[in-house]
């Protein structure tokens, strides 16, 4: 994957791959998090939700303009100390909201001093000459750094929950959570049902509901800090692998404003540096209601998974659900890969296939645990999102390729489109998964899960369509906007990308008002809507875009 590519490229990847890590930890719990610990309704979760991925995303503009005047390198070390703090705080158990806004604060600037400006090297690194033709494949490299944390971070937070729900001899019920924040309130109508979960939890020791929604909501919300300090541990990595194999990229570490490398510098005029930037404006403000549906993922999407999708599943489907039977099946189509390469040596062919029996093993072993009824987290369903980017990243890859060779591969711009055309689909798939359920306010009513359950297949073939479109147009903005950017402003216009992304963040939380209060199929049609809108406005700047494209 790496070959023919400068090494600072694997330094950045795994650096970046950390950080993701610690912040994908985060993302599945956050809205399961607020609403367990403080009994936050939707809309309040929302806007924190926005407020919080907007800072994230935002204030990487003014880490960009900071880094364009300091250096790169020097700012992202920062942000990344800055980070360990803001998640290290997060595992402090506390009922402070003032405390944990104030740790949300700290996360979200250091990752605007850390985002952008890894990307500005990473796109320094291949200015150099025998590197520009990579250029893109390295983001897609890059890309799979990301997701790759990104998938185990889900299991881990659920792994660390469910431990210290069960040293405290509780188990996860998802409907709990709101039932017991309802029951205070005055409001839950089923009373004995919560009273029938608490007696089986609490066996002998159960007194009343109001001793056990205590204890119950106290230790769920120590295994979602726990996983937060988690968080800090993968970013403490992270700095160490950047500052001490820094020596692989030290060379692309530098201003285009200081000219410390003349060779690679580039000047235009102001009339060139105009028009990159309206392009690069324009296209970021498509992105905007990309991020703004996607990123439904660790909201909507998740309250979808924990009330209106079923939590137990048949042995096959628990497999997908299963982190060492999960594993298995990729070692397995990993080492088919090696054995059926025609271009790979006996002793590779022999160790795909040696991959292949122990991998089988093990899922024959796991498989053998599954009983006929297994239990599934809401918060599981996000790890297939970064499984998907890094499995089906090769094969758009090498599409593209082989487009390219044949002279049809699609611009940039052209590429971002597309990808906006098949994130509609996607939110059709939910429309569909929805017709003829309860709408969440009146579920809100009635507390805990939906009366009729779907099966998790709607929600995994929404994440791959959402993840075939995030392939056409996440890391291809960040190859554009690399590409296109005036080279004294490119840490600015990289968080100018993610300022765009910060708004679209902002306005993924309000969709939690018309979840509230819509029917479902009302809410999905929404994001239907705003995704062919951004496509056809996409496709009528696209000659503008195409034609910067070809001059920079």
């Avoid at 971002?416 to 569909?432: D, F, Q, R, T, V």
């Amino acid at each position: 994957m790496f070959k023919n590519h400068p090494k600072g490229l694997i330094v950045l990847f795994f650096a970046n791959m950390g950080e993701r890590f610690g912040y994908y930890t985060m993302i599945p719990i956050f809205a399961l998090f607020f609403q367990a610990k403080f009994g936050m309704s939707p809309e309040s979760v929302g806007n924190l939700w926005s407020a919080f991925l907007f800072a994230i995303y935002f204030l990487p503009l003014f880490g960009g303009i900071l880094a364009d005047k300091i250096g790169y390198g020097r700012t992202i070390t920062v942000g990344i100390v800055f980070m360990i703090i803001g998640y290290a705080l997060m595992g402090i158990p506390t009922n402070s909201m003032l405390f944990i806004y104030f740790a949300l604060f700290v996360i979200a600037l250091g990752t605007g001093f850390f985002k952008g400006n890894l990307a500005v090297i990473l796109g320094n690194l291949y200015e150099e000459q025998g590197y520009k033709k990579l250029h893109d494949a390295a983001f897609n490299i890059f890309y799979m750094g990301i997701n790759i944390g990104a998938f185990f971070a889900p299991y881990a937070a659920t792994f660390l929950r469910d431990w210290l729900l069960r040293k405290d001899g509780f188990t996860y019920v998802a409907s709990v959570p709101g039932m017991i924040h309802q029951f205070y309130k005055g409001k839950l109508e089923n009373i004995a049902e919560l009273e029938a979960i608490a007696r089986d939890q609490m066996g002998n020791a159960y007194t009343n509901i109001t001793d056990f929604g205590e204890k119950y909501i106290n230790s769920l919300s120590q295994g979602y800090n726990a996983a937060f300090a988690l968080a800090a541990c993968s970013i403490v990595i992270s700095l160490l692998i950047f500052k001490f194999y820094k020596k692989y990229y030290k060379h692309a570490d530098y201003l285009h404003s200081k000219k410390v490398n003349n060779k690679n510098s580039v000047e235009l005029t102001p009339k060139q540096t105009k028009e990159r930037i309206v392009a690069l404006i324009l296209v970021f403000t498509v992105v905007i209601f990309f991020w703004m549906a996607f990123h439904q993922n660790g909201l909507t999407l998740t309250w979808f998974a924990r009330d209106y999708t079923v939590d137990s599943v048949s042995p096959f489907t628990k497999i997908f659900f299963d982190l060492p039977a999960f594993l298995s099946i990729i070692a397995i189509i990993i080492g088919l890969v090696f054995v059926v390469k025609k271009s790979s040596l006996p002793k590779t062919k022999a160790s795909g296939a040696m991959v292949m029996i122990i991998a089988a093993i093990v899922l024959w072993w796991r498989y053998g645990t599954f009983g006929d009824a297994n239990p599934i987290s809401p918060e599981l369903f996000q790890s297939f999102n970064p499984i998907f980017v890094v499995f089906l990243t090769p094969v758009i890859v090498a599409f593209f390729a082989w487009l390219n060779k044949r002279g049809k591969e699609p611009s940039s711009p052209k590429k971002i489109g597309i990808g906006m055309l098949l994130l509609a689909a996607g939110w059709i798939i939910m429309i569909l998964a929805s017709l003829g359920l309860i709408s969440p306010k009146a579920l809100a009513g009635i507390g805990g899960t939906s009366p009729f359950l779907v099966a998790p297949y709607w929600l995994i073939g929404m994440y791959f369509t959402l993840t075939v479109s995030e392939l056409f147009i996440s890391p291809m903005g960040l190859a554009f906007v690399a590409k296109v950017s005036p080279p004294k402003f490119r840490g600015m216009m990289q968080g100018g990308w993610l300022a765009a992304t910060a708004i679209g963040n902002m306005l993924s939380g309000q969709v939690a008002k018309p979840y509230a209060a819509m029917e479902l199929w009302q809410t999905y049609t929404l994001l239907v809507v705003t995704s062919l809108m951004s496509a056809t406005f996409m496709f009528l700047i696209i000659k503008k875009l195409e034609r910067v494209t070809e001059n920079s």
